[in-house]
């Protein structure tokens, strides 16, 4: 194929996927309010747990719920190796106090440690909470660590709050996940 036929075959090609692929307007139309309802209704925070999850096309095509406690774990995964990294960033930083260096690299192990336990292989039927709950006992040891080394940096205390927004996102797809297997 000529390299002149690339642009009709991009064109093309663009042109199908837009006209199959449903709008966010459509896929909210099926079942995804009263499927993502059921998912966040237990969250601690609602309107975020909605935010989050409706901000991935994932979610909206999804067919059941529990496609959208599939989503919602990779989605809080994402954020913990992301969190992980912000860590691990502050630890090797050149601008860091080495006396902190410890506190901040366990921190960031702590946080790739909960994102192995966002996934529906480790979650267990009636104990899912509790696994995810495994997560949050990862940031509070973070958190010990951070105070017990006194470290004091700025933007730490405003990333864990993020994570345990996302967190509360996780948690609510847990309850749902053991909600439907009883």
Same mark, same amino acid.
């Given at each position: ?24 307007? &459509? $896929? ?7 499927? #993502? ?10 309107? =975020?747990?909605? *935010? ?14 529990? /496609?959208?406690?599939?989503?919602? !774990? ?14 691990? /960033? !502050?630890?090797?930083? *050149?601008?860091?106090?080495?006396? =902190?260096?410890?506190?901040?690299? &366990?921190? $960031?192990?702590?946080?790739? %440690? ?8 480790? #979650?267990?039927?009636?104990? %899912? ?13 973070? &958190?010990? *660590? #951070?105070?017990?080394? *006194? ?18 996102? %996780?948690? %609510?797809? $847990?309850?749902? !996940? &053991?909600?439907?297997?009883?």
């Amino acid at each position: 194929m000529g390299s002149s036929n690339r642009p009709l075959l991009f064109a093309t090609l663009f042109l199908y996927l837009l006209l199959h692929f449903p709008s966010q307007t &459509e $896929a909210r139309g099926l079942k995804c309010p009263k499927l #993502l309802n059921q998912v966040c209704k237990t969250s601690q925070n609602y309107a =975020f747990c909605v *935010k989050i999850l409706m901000s991935s096309p994932l979610t909206l095509l999804a067919p059941n719920t529990k /496609g959208i406690v599939v989503n919602a !774990l990779d989605i809080v995964r994402k954020e913990s190796v992301k969190t992980s990294k912000f860590f691990d /960033g !502050l630890a090797n930083g *050149k601008g860091t106090v080495p006396a =902190f260096k410890p506190a901040l690299q &366990e921190c $960031a192990s702590d946080f790739m %440690a909960a994102s192995g336990l966002m996934n529906l292989k480790v #979650l267990e039927g009636d104990f %899912a909470t509790m696994d995810v709950n495994y997560a949050l006992d990862d940031a509070r040891s973070c &958190e010990t *660590k #951070l105070s017990m080394d *006194k470290v004091n940096i700025k933007s730490i205390p405003a990333a864990i709050k993020n994570w345990k927004n996302f967190y509360a996102v %996780a948690n %609510a797809a $847990a309850l749902t !996940l &053991e909600n439907l297997q009883n």
